[in-house]
């Protein structure tokens, strides 16, 4: 008589498929609401608080550590609770009311800070829980926060019309996360080998992030040039899912990440290779994510903001750097590098765990 399947044994035998035509609303609902959060968010801080700009720096640093460095724990406590719609609402109009209420600089920059960590946490979870083990949709939900951070710099004063359209996404969000399929869990590939994977990911992406910041661009100067770049980078993040998804991880590092290292390294002087270059790089970012996501496929949240709270240290580290020469390319080549070969252990190793799982 054949033994029957626990709900765990069909997760790990389920095969990976594409996101039913449903769940694209949801999808593109919150990629929208990503896009005017981190506008909202960079139009607070930048445009909205009364301080000198000794206190705006202060300002800008706990922001920023607070919206990428708590994403860790905020995914933690999120992938106990399992309210990921609940919470990527309350966050929204956490982040509305750090922008209009008459609050102190430093209780609205708190408010958009923890609102950001909890929105970008809860989406990811979302996208992930729904994509059918693939990529490409998330690429499509990181893709458009580099947009929202460059019109919210460039223009915040536009910051009300991004809080109206904010608060109708809030509106939105839960409804539409009701009418979506069940979240659907990718076969568990995190057998006994892959463990160190994601620690080596998480450490990839601080040091692909110092090498990518220690480097400047003198070219960038003006709102349209850094539109075009903002471009380039949403192009890069939206492509990347879509390219794992057809060539897998490995080919896709292989051939995004060694341009890339070349281009940023020692043509940052001319914006076309520049720009090539900062589109293959972030070609990466989805499939690092998607590598955290199938390492542990029962934490969501946790793979989404591990990758964020190691991607501001890196951040802090280059941007204080003072190389040049043959030591800023060095520091560029072996940052990258780095994040390259750890691409290719983990897709190895976790790999080597579905095929173990498989086995048995």
Request: with cysteine; hydrophobic share 55%; charged share 15%.
């Amino acid at each position: 008589m054949p033994r029957i399947m626990n709900r765990a044994e069909r997760l790990h035998t389920r095969k990976i498929h594409a996101p039913p035509a449903g769940l694209y609303a949801l999808l593109m609902l919150d990629s929208l609401s990503h896009l005017l959060v981190d506008a909202l968010c960079a139009a607070t801080v930048l445009g909205g608080l009364r301080a000198s700009s000794e206190e705006l720096s202060a300002f800008i640093l706990v922001y920023n550590t607070l919206a990428f460095s708590t994403q860790c724990l905020v995914g933690l406590a999120a992938d106990r609770l399992r309210r990921h719609a609940v919470s990527a609402s309350a966050s929204i109009l956490l982040i509305v009311a750090g922008f209009a209420l008459p609050l102190p600089s430093v209780l609205r920059v708190c408010c958009v800070g923890v609102g950001n960590s909890v929105f970008h946490v809860a989406g990811g979870a979302m996208t992930l829980e729904r994509s059918g083990g693939r990529a490409g949709a998330l690429g499509v939900f990181v893709a458009p926060g580099a947009i929202g951070l460059a019109l919210g710099t460039l223009w915040p004063e536009l910051g009300a019309v991004f809080a109206a359209l904010l608060a109708l996404c809030a509106l939105a969000v839960i409804p539409l996360e009701r009418r979506a399929p069940e979240p659907d869990t990718p076969p568990a590939e995190d057998g006994g080998e892959s463990e160190l994977a994601v620690p080596l990911l998480a450490l990839a992406v601080a040091v692909r992030a110092v090498g990518g910041s220690a480097v400047s661009f003198p070219w960038k100067s003006g709102a349209a040039l850094s539109l075009l770049t903002v471009l380039f980078v949403f192009a890069g993040k939206t492509a990347g899912g879509w390219v794992c998804d057809r060539l897998g991880a490995r080919r896709t590092a292989l051939l995004s990440i060694i341009p890339a290292a070349l281009l940023i390294a020692f043509c940052s002087a001319w914006a076309v290779p520049s720009l090539i270059g900062q589109f293959a790089l972030n070609l990466t970012m989805p499939v690092t994510l998607w590598l955290l996501y199938r390492a542990m496929p029962d934490a969501p949240a946790f793979a989404f903001g591990l990758a964020a709270s190691a991607l501001w240290p890196g951040t802090i580290a280059g941007q204080l750097m003072t190389l040049t020469g043959p030591a800023l390319w060095g520091c560029v080549l072996v940052s990258f590098l780095f994040g390259l070969w750890a691409i290719l252990y983990a897709e190895k190793k976790i790999g080597e765990g579905r095929k173990e799982h498989e086995a048995d």
